[in-house]
């Protein structure tokens, strides 16, 4: 079965500052595919960048993108300029194929802070 | 654009009660999925529905069945409730055609508090 470890429970970064926040996952598959997701004080789930693992390209979505290392099964989300609205808990999740259930890590809680 | 539209938005209910959630995938959406979130918890997968057929299966208590209608809405009917129920539930969609963006849309959730 594949897991998800988010090894960062809370984080802070002062307003315009960059922040990463880490995820790791196991998995036998050689495709598959790895989301971030943000969860506001709303509870709503919203889908922040998706990475696809056979592309070798590092996946950016304006001032979010991440840091695919297959090898080392990692997948970090790197936040630029952050922004008081971007306080939030964030999910790291796996998807073995399309039609398949999300794994969610357990989440790190980011404050940005002005 | 429409989303994935789940009612109702908030339920009260006591212990032993009956619940039915309610959730209206985005259009063209053939697959759907329910989550439960309990408090300070990451999503857990309950159950999925591919074409009004069950796709896959959770940690779906036996107290808890679902289905997919003709129309692809999805009902999640739960009875028997717990303490341990009240949470947020999410129902999400996706179209698994070939081309899209794989990922899910997730509905605003209901949240169940069993009191």
């Known amino acids: 079965a594949q897991t998800v470890t988010q090894s960062q429970p809370e984080m802070s970064v002062q307003e315009a500052e960059t922040v990463t926040l880490s995820c790791t996952y196991d998995?036998?598959?050689?495709?598959?595919?790895l989301f971030w997701y943000k969860q506001p004080p709303s509870r709503q789930m919203i889908l922040v960048i998706r990475?696809?693992?056979?592309?070798?390209q590092n996946a950016t979505e304006n001032r979010f993108s991440v840091n695919f290392q297959k090898a080392a099964k990692s997948f970090s989300l790197k936040i630029s300029d952050s922004q008081l609205g971007d306080t939030a808990m964030y999910f790291c999740?796996?998807?073995?194929?399309?039609?398949?259930?999300?794994?969610f890590g357990k989440g790190t809680r980011l404050s940005v802070i002005a | 654009a429409a989303g994935v539209i789940q009612s109702p938005r908030h339920l009260i209910k006591e212990k032993r009660e009956t619940a039915t959630l309610k959730c209206y995938p985005i259009?063209?959406?053939?697959?759907v999925y329910w989550y439960q979130q309990g408090p300070g918890q990451d999503p857990q997968f309950l159950i999925s529905?591919?074409?009004?057929?069950?796709?896959d299966k959770g940690s779906i208590p036996d107290r808890f069945s679902a289905q997919q209608f003709s129309d692809y809405h999805s009902e999640l009917n739960m009875s028997s409730l717990e303490l341990g129920d009240s949470a947020l539930y999410f129902c999400?969609?996706?179209?698994?055609?070939?081309?899209?963006?794989?990922?899910?849309?997730f509905g605003s959730g209901t949240r169940l508090t069993v009191v």
């Open positions: 259009p063209r959406h053939d697959t």
């Open positions: 999400a969609s996706s179209d698994q055609l070939p081309g899209t963006d794989y990922g899910y849309t």
């Open positions: 529905f591919y074409e009004k057929m069950q796709s």
């Open positions: 990475q696809e693992a056979y592309k070798q």
């Open positions: 999740a796996f998807m073995k194929h399309a039609d398949t259930p999300l794994v």
């Open positions: 998995t036998s598959e050689n495709n598959y595919y």
